[in-house]
C-alpha cells in the first residue's frame, strides 16, 4: 500500500504530549503539514507558538479535541488528512480502573473507527502502545519480542478489578487497547486503503520540549528518570541495581514517522529499544559530564560498585524487527542523559 509524501499532512493526537511533541517536529522538519489535536484552548496557544518559533506555522494546524474517549471524538479530526499518528494515551501517575482503561481502549478503538469511517484519503495509521503490553513479570531475566502478549494482567484486572495492583492495571490497559486495535483493523482491512503499524517502547526517556512548568509536571517516565539521577532522595544499592529497557524519546518519535514512511512497515508491531539499563548507569553517565552541563544540583554518585561487573538486565527486547525495518541509530545513555540534563538547565531546574 502506498506511504505518506513530502507535502501529505499527518493527525497526530494528543500532539502536545511527551512523544507526540518529537512526533509533529520531526514531522514538520521532513516536510509534512501536521493536524495536532490537543484537549485544551491553552494548549493550542503554546504549539502554535512553538512551531512557529521555528518556522513551521503555516505547516500546522492545531484542532481542539476535548475528551478522546467520547464517541465519534475524531470524526471531524480525520476528515482529509493522509495519515495518522495516534500518540494520546500516556502514562498515567494514578492508576484509577476506569480512567485507565476508558483513555487507552476508547482512545485507540475510537480513532481508527474515525478513520474507517470519515479517512477517504488515509495511507498509514500508526499507533502507540507500549512494552506493558508485551512483558509480564518473570522472576527470571527474559528477553520479549513481537509475539508476546502480556495475558496475566489483563486476566488479573477482569478478576479484581480497581482492587488489581496499579502497575497491573496500566499493563492490562495497555494490552487490551492495543489488541483491540489489530481486531478492528483486521476486521475492516479489506475494505481501506489503509495499513495500521504499532510502536511499541519500553521506558522513554531523553529532553522534554513539551509545555511543562516545573519538574512536578513532567510526563511519568521521565519524572522516574529524574528521581532516580537527579531528586535529592536517599538512594539504595538495591534500588540503583534494578534493571529494564529504555528508548530517548527522539529515538521514539522518529520510529513513528519512519513507520508511516516505509512501506513495510504496515501492518507491523515493532519494538523500539535501546538496550537495557539500570539506574546506576544513568548516574555514572551524569557524574561523568562536565559539571557546567548541570551546575544547578549536585549529583549524588550513587553505587558505582554495582558497574563493577557487566550489568544483566533483567527484561530486554529482542530488536531484530527494529534493526530490518526502521534500523534507527539509537543515543547512548551518555548522549541522552546530556542532552536531558542541558534541557533542565535550560528550564532552571
Given at each position: 500500500?502506498?506511504?505518506?509524501?513530502?507535502?501529505?499532512?499527518?493527525?497526530?493526537?494528543?500532539?502536545?504530549?511527551?512523544?507526540?511533541?518529537?512526533?509533529?517536529?520531526?514531522?514538520?522538519?521532513?516536510?509534512?503539514?501536521?493536524?495536532?489535536?490537543?484537549?485544551?484552548?491553552?494548549?493550542?496557544?503554546?504549539l502554535k507558538?512553538?512551531?512557529?518559533?521555528?518556522?513551521?506555522g503555516?505547516?500546522?494546524?492545531?484542532?481542539?479535541?476535548?475528551?478522546?474517549?467520547?464517541?465519534?471524538?475524531?470524526?471531524?479530526?480525520?476528515?482529509?488528512?493522509?495519515?495518522?499518528?495516534?500518540?494520546?494515551?500516556?502514562f498515567?501517575?494514578?492508576?484509577l480502573?476506569?480512567?485507565?482503561f476508558?483513555?487507552?481502549?476508547q482512545?485507540?478503538?475510537?480513532?481508527?473507527?474515525s478513520?474507517?469511517?470519515?479517512?477517504?484519503?488515509?495511507?498509514?495509521v500508526?499507533?502507540?502502545?507500549?512494552?506493558?503490553?508485551?512483558?509480564?513479570?518473570?522472576e527470571?531475566?527474559?528477553?520479549f519480542?513481537e509475539?508476546?502478549?502480556?495475558?496475566?494482567?489483563?486476566?488479573?484486572?477482569k478478576?479484581?478489578?480497581?482492587k488489581a495492583?496499579?502497575?497491573?492495571?496500566?499493563?492490562?490497559?495497555?494490552?487490551?487497547?492495543?489488541?483491540?486495535?489489530w481486531?478492528i483493523?483486521e476486521?475492516?482491512k479489506?475494505e481501506?486503503?489503509?495499513?495500521?503499524?504499532?510502536?511499541?517502547?519500553?521506558?522513554?526517556f531523553?529532553?522534554?520540549?513539551?509545555?511543562?512548568?516545573?519538574?512536578?509536571?513532567?510526563?511519568?517516565?521521565?519524572?522516574?528518570?529524574y528521581?532516580?539521577?537527579?531528586a535529592?532522595?536517599?538512594?539504595t544499592k538495591?534500588?540503583?541495581?534494578?534493571?529494564?529497557?529504555w528508548?530517548?524519546?527522539?529515538?521514539?518519535?522518529?520510529a513513528?514517522?519512519?513507520?508511516?514512511?516505509k512501506?513495510?512497515?504496515?501492518?507491523?508491531?515493532i519494538?523500539?529499544?535501546?538496550?537495557?539499563?539500570?539506574?546506576?548507569?544513568?548516574?555514572?553517565?551524569?557524574?561523568?559530564l562536565?559539571?557546567?552541563?548541570?551546575?544547578?544540583?549536585?549529583l549524588?554518585?550513587?553505587?558505582?560498585?554495582?558497574?563493577?561487573?557487566?550489568?544483566?538486565?533483567?527484561?530486554?527486547?529482542?530488536?531484530s524487527?527494529?534493526?530490518?525495518?526502521l534500523?534507527?541509530?539509537?543515543h547512548?545513555i551518555?548522549?541522552?542523559?546530556?542532552?536531558?540534563?542541558?534541557?533542565?538547565?535550560?528550564r532552571?531546574?
Amino acid at each position: 500500500m502506498p506511504t505518506i509524501t513530502k507535502g501529505d499532512k499527518v493527525l497526530v493526537s494528543g500532539a502536545n504530549g511527551y512523544i507526540a511533541m518529537w512526533v509533529t517536529r520531526l514531522l514538520l522538519e521532513r516536510g509534512y503539514a501536521v493536524r495536532g489535536t490537543v484537549r485544551k484552548e491553552s494548549e493550542v496557544k503554546f504549539l502554535k507558538d512553538y512551531f512557529t518559533a521555528l518556522g513551521y506555522g503555516t505547516m500546522l494546524e492545531v484542532v481542539i479535541v476535548e475528551e478522546i474517549c467520547r464517541e465519534n471524538a475524531f470524526d471531524e479530526a480525520v476528515k482529509g488528512v493522509d495519515a495518522i499518528a495516534h500518540i494520546a494515551a500516556p502514562f498515567h501517575k494514578n492508576y484509577l480502573h476506569n480512567e485507565m482503561f476508558n483513555s487507552a481502549f476508547q482512545g485507540m478503538v475510537g480513532i481508527l473507527k474515525s478513520a474507517i469511517k470519515n479517512g477517504t484519503n488515509i495511507k498509514r495509521v500508526v499507533a502507540t502502545s507500549s512494552c506493558a503490553a508485551v512483558m509480564s513479570p518473570n522472576e527470571n531475566s527474559t528477553t520479549f519480542n513481537e509475539d508476546d502478549w502480556d495475558i496475566a494482567a489483563a486476566r488479573e484486572v477482569k478478576e479484581k478489578g480497581s482492587k488489581a495492583p496499579p502497575m497491573q492495571i496500566f499493563r492490562a490497559s495497555k494490552t487490551l487497547a492495543e489488541k483491540g486495535a489489530w481486531r478492528i483493523w483486521e476486521k475492516h482491512k479489506s475494505e481501506i486503503s489503509w495499513e495500521l503499524t504499532v510502536i511499541v517502547p519500553p521506558f522513554v526517556f531523553g529532553p522534554p520540549i513539551q509545555n511543562v512548568t516545573s519538574v512536578k509536571t513532567l510526563n511519568a517516565s521521565l519524572q522516574m528518570w529524574y528521581d532516580a539521577v537527579i531528586a535529592d532522595i536517599p538512594r539504595t544499592k538495591k534500588a540503583l541495581s534494578v534493571s529494564n529497557s529504555w528508548v530517548d524519546v527522539r529515538d521514539n518519535a522518529l520510529a513513528h514517522v519512519l513507520a508511516l514512511e516505509k512501506r513495510e512497515a504496515g501492518g507491523e508491531r515493532i519494538i523500539t529499544t535501546a538496550g537495557g539499563f539500570n539506574w546506576q548507569e544513568w548516574l555514572d553517565a551524569a557524574n561523568s559530564l562536565p559539571f557546567s552541563t548541570f551546575p544547578s544540583h549536585k549529583l549524588s554518585p550513587g553505587f558505582p560498585e554495582i558497574l563493577n561487573e557487566k550489568p544483566s538486565y533483567h527484561v530486554t527486547y529482542d530488536k531484530s524487527k527494529e534493526e530490518r525495518i526502521l534500523a534507527i541509530k539509537f543515543h547512548t545513555i551518555l548522549e541522552t542523559t546530556r542532552d536531558t540534563l542541558e534541557e533542565f538547565t535550560r528550564r532552571g531546574w
